[in-house]
């Protein structure tokens, strides 16, 4: 079992720009969130998908969109980047109402 | 407004020595409280889940409380290790959904 995937690994962007990031989650998982990280702080919760619909959202701009595939995988799109979008941003995969969450490694956006 | 606050200064340990790690919480009725933790740029690895009607759970060397009523929870590392060294993350959820609040996380430096 590969355990949850993402990417790609970094990805370097300019102000403006539109960005895709991809996740697969952990082998019979269903639920797959994104979560923001900034240098020194801990994730913030973007939103969630579960059977392909967002089911939660946090405090994000529409900015912030995603998608999820029938195979549980998930993409995260931000339009319009600007400086304060670089971050690591984390996906993290569950099952059901088990709550424990498996992470990624993350994709380290970098926007100039 | 809502915060979940850990110490943000690294904890310096002796091996050997227990570390206990503190997360206060404020304006949350969490149905659980998780503990994460995180490698420098990895992404976070579950530890340990406390649900709000349990008062404490051991999993190997590791201990956490839970105390609804002065908020906070503490997660003890006994028999400290070198290895035992990371950031450790306190996350709160609200519902049985998987939606986490984090804490800014507090560095733990096992010294042999």
């Known amino acids: 079992d590969a355990g949850v995937t993402q990417s790609p690994t970094h990805l370097i962007k300019t102000r403006g720009q539109q960005v895709t990031l991809r996740c697969s989650p952990k082998?019979?998982?269903?639920?797959v969130s994104w979560y923001q990280q900034a240098l020194g702080q801990g994730p913030q919760f973007i939103f969630q998908?579960?059977?392909?619909?967002?089911?939660q959202r946090g405090n994000f701009p529409d900015r912030f969109s995603g998608h999820q595939f029938p195979n549980y995988s998930s993409e995260l799109n931000v339009n319009a980047l600007w400086l304060g979008d670089s971050a690591l941003y984390l996906c993290?995969?569950?099952?059901?109402?088990?709550?424990?969450?498996?992470f990624g490694p993350g994709t380290r956006l970098t926007v100039l | 407004s809502q915060k979940i606050e850990q110490n943000s200064e690294a904890l310096n340990i002796q091996e050997g020595k227990t570390a206990t790690l503190t997360c206060n919480y404020t304006?949350?009725?969490?149905?659980?409280l998780q503990w994460y933790r995180q490698d420098p740029g990895r992404g976070p690895v579950f530890l340990l889940l406390?649900?709000?009607?349990?008062k404490e759970k051991r999993k190997e060397r590791l201990k956490v409380t839970f105390d609804t009523t002065l908020k906070q929870s503490l997660f003890h590392i006994t028999a400290s290790q070198p290895a035992d060294s990371a950031t450790y993350l306190c996350?709160?959820?609200?519902?049985?959904?998987?939606?986490?609040?984090f804490g800014a996380g507090t560095q733990v430096v096992v010294t042999p």
């Open positions: 406390i649900r709000e009607n349990e």
């Open positions: 993290a995969s569950s099952y059901g109402t088990n709550n424990e969450q498996f």
């Open positions: 304006n949350y009725s969490p149905a659980y």
């Open positions: 082998s019979g998982h269903d639920t």
């Open positions: 998908y579960y059977e392909e619909e967002e089911r």
């Open positions: 996350a709160l959820s609200t519902d049985s959904w998987g939606k986490l609040q």
